[in-house]
């Protein structure tokens, strides 16, 4: 079945950096569009950062952009998130998020914690 697994979460110290990792298995990973959304609490889920399926093109949302970084290893169906510069604000769970533009099939993990704090 369909699995997006989140990991590399954790409290961080204000300045500090982490990188997450999401591990997919059971579909054809680089035919989706993969993302990273976080969702702080009694707050809406926003995109943080996106990734096209072939030609890797990043796309950041402008909170993350300059310390936030994607990348995806399609051979090992995992995207990465390289998050530097971390400010409290960042705190959330962040979730994993695979998108077909072929047939509109949307996947989600259950997310890994991140905070941020002194």
């Known amino acids: 079945q369909v699995q997006l697994v989140e990991s590399g979460g954790g409290l961080v110290q204000p300045g500090g950096s982490l990188r997450l990792s999401c591990a997919a298995s059971g579909f054809t990973f680089s035919n989706f569009y993969m993302s990273w959304y976080r969702q702080a609490s009694g707050k809406e889920r926003e995109l943080v950062a996106g990734i096209t399926s072939t030609s890797h093109m990043p796309n950041y949302a402008d909170s993350t952009k300059g310390r936030f970084t994607i990348w995806r290893d399609n051979a090992k169906n995992t995207v990465f998130l390289q998050m530097n510069s971390l400010k409290p604000e960042d705190t959330a769970v962040y979730y994993c998020?695979?998108?077909?533009?072929?047939?509109?099939?949307?996947?989600w993990g259950k997310g890994t914690l991140v905070t941020v704090s002194s």
């Open positions: 998020n695979a998108k077909s533009a072929r047939n509109g099939l949307d996947y």
